[in-house]
């Protein structure tokens, strides 16, 4: 293969850093630099790394700075080798082969850290990517306490430090950060005082589905003077988590090298990231928490593997699949309009009775996926549903409704409420269970998604403060987990037909939320 050379800078430098940032020559096969600790069973470190630069397109190296005696359940005790002999490792590798990227991962004690700080100071020309490892997945310390303040000193020299939240909070000094705009925050100062791009990983946020990753840059070097850039994520629902933080940084290091940007490498990382976390469950690696499957994409398109997923593997594909069609719905004039209360009454309150035409025979579509359902605690989970939804219909003309003065008026459904409500019915006609559940499942968690949003816009003077407080309600963000699981496990049971007619049906439902959302306003 021919590589294709280009010199770029992908982020300016003012600050308080040691070095410009380095410049990164692009390359098809770049050779990327793993100086990290080892991991037998080949879940984490530098075993993870090398995997990780290979899965995304680069030629692995590695240099070990210690050498660990782990498994998927725990360290238990760490080799360090001879700090000069790890200085030999290094100059063995740069003095024979060009060095595109490097990653660093566990460093382990000071006289390591200023040894690789040396090194890269002197020799290393292309991006530098920095793990800050400090506690292992399985809460064992992999940094020496006493190396922590040489850690944050170790910053201003690489380009991209990619902390979890309790490590951004040692590299801040200050207590770890409770929501993500506190780490978003704390991400800031970092950045300001290293002068060093700072990846934030949502991976240890509790009580979320979501899974967010950010950029920031407090110089506003990350492409149109921006200092934040966000990316959501869905959270994949696995204890294979190990060596996550590992693979992420090396394939940072190894996607940069190849496109010249960050913010498209950490896209396409976490793409990569999800779907292998998503096959992870797949490899049986250990009874701890097990490794991610790097290669899983390539396999399964090379036809060497099945791909064959867990229900919740194969639900969180789907969602994926309608991503687009969720950031379309968030940007509808209804939905943005809705938001900030600019939205005018009148196209609210047909809105409101489209949707209570919709509930009422969403209710009985539930009502049937309670007949069908396999289990008693399905059909009392559906049922309760179906009874939810007509009393969420009775409670709109009782409130919303009459308030819009319209309560008396007959309403016709619209034609994009007639063609969602026909394709819930069709769901319904063949007595398959796992369709009906999987056309009712965009209403919940579309709706779950959208309002984790819109409670966020509600304040005491927004004239539709009322109706954006009914989305926070605990017991539906409940239903909606629920829901999720119970078409995971109907997804699970089902062959290769059943899966794909309960895809089709859930995909469909979504376009049609979408033209739901999109009808009151045009
Ligand atoms: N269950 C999950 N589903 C989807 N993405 C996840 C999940 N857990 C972690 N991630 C992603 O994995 C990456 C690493 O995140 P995390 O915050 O777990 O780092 P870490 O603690 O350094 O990892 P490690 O477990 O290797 O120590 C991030 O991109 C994060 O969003
Ligand atoms: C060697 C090594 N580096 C990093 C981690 C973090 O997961 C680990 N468990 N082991």
Redesign the pocket.
């Known amino acids: 293969m021919t590589a294709v050379e280009q010199t770029t800078t992908p982020a300016a430098s003012t600050s308080n850093r040691v070095h410009d940032r380095r410049p990164v020559t692009v390359r098809d096969t770049p050779r990327v630099l793993s100086i990290?600790?080892?991991?037998p069973t080949g879940g984490?470190?530098?075993q993870a790394d090398l995997k990780s630069i290979a899965a995304n397109g680069g030629y692995g190296m590695a240099v070990v700075t210690?050498l660990?005696a782990?498994n998927t359940r725990g360290?238990r005790s760490v080799h360090t080798p001879p700090v000069g002999f790890l200085r030999e490792q290094l100059h063995a590798v740069a003095d024979d082969v060009v060095i595109d990227a490097v990653k660093i991962?566990?460093l382990g004690d000071v006289a390591i850290i200023d040894a690789v700080s040396t090194w890269l100071q002197e020799t290393v020309t292309g991006p530098v990517v920095l793990d800050p490892?400090m506690v292992?997945?399985?809460g064992d310390r992999?940094l020496r306490r006493d190396a922590e303040a040489a850690m944050r000193a170790l910053l201003p020299h690489v380009d991209l430090v990619t902390p979890n939240l309790p490590e951004l909070a040692v590299l801040a000094d200050e207590p770890v950060a409770t929501s993500w705009a506190d780490a978003l925050a704390q991400a800031e100062r970092v950045s300001a005082q290293a002068g060093v791009i700072v990846l934030v990983k949502g991976g240890h946020l509790t009580g979320t589905t979501a899974c967010p990753d950010a950029l920031v840059d407090a110089t506003g070097g990350l492409g149109g003077d921006r200092s934040l850039i966000e990316f959501d994520g869905l959270r994949v629902d696995t204890r294979n988590t190990?060596?996550t933080?590992?693979s992420l940084s090396s394939a940072m290091a190894t996607l940069v090298a190849r496109s010249g940007s960050w913010t498209e490498a950490l896209g396409d990382a976490k793409t990569w990231l999800t779907s292998s976390l998503r096959h992870a469950d797949a490899l049986e690696v250990g009874s701890g928490n097990g490794p991610i499957n790097h290669f899983a994409e390539l396999w399964v398109s090379s036809g060497m593997t099945s791909g064959r997923q867990d229900g919740a593997g194969i639900l969180s594909g789907w969602w994926e699949d309608i991503a687009e069609v969720r950031t379309r719905i968030d940007r509808l004039p209804f939905v943005t309009t809705l938001a900030d209360g600019t939205l005018d009454p009148a196209r609210f309150a047909w809105y409101l009775q489209q949707d209570a035409i919709y509930l009422r025979a969403y209710s009985r579509v539930l009502a049937r996926a309670s007949a069908l359902a396999p289990t008693a605690e399905e059909q009392v989970f559906w049922a309760t549903g179906a009874a939810g939804s007509i009393e969420a219909e009775m409670e709109l003309h009782r409130t919303w409704l009459r308030t819009y003065a319209v309560s008396g008026m007959e309403v016709e459904p619209s034609a994009t409420t007639t063609a969602y409500l026909d394709h819930l019915h069709a769901a319904t006609v063949d007595g398959d269970y796992g369709r009906v559940v999987a056309a009712v499942l965009p209403c919940y968690w579309i709706y779950q998604d959208l309002g984790e949003r819109l409670v966020g816009a509600s304040h005491a003077e927004h004239p539709f403060a009322a109706w954006l407080d009914t989305y926070a309600d605990p017991a539906f963000a409940t239903a909606n987990a629920r829901a999720i699981e119970i078409v995971a496990g109907a997804v699970a049971r089902a062959n290769e037909t059943g899966r794909d007619t309960m895809r089709r049906a859930f995909l469909a439902s979504a376009a049609h939320e979408e033209a739901f959302f999109a009808e009151p306003i045009r």
Do not use: F, N, P
């Open positions: 990290a600790g080892t991991d984490a470190g530098i210690a660990v782990q360290v991962g566990m490892v292992a997945t399985s992999l190990h060596g933080g590992c």
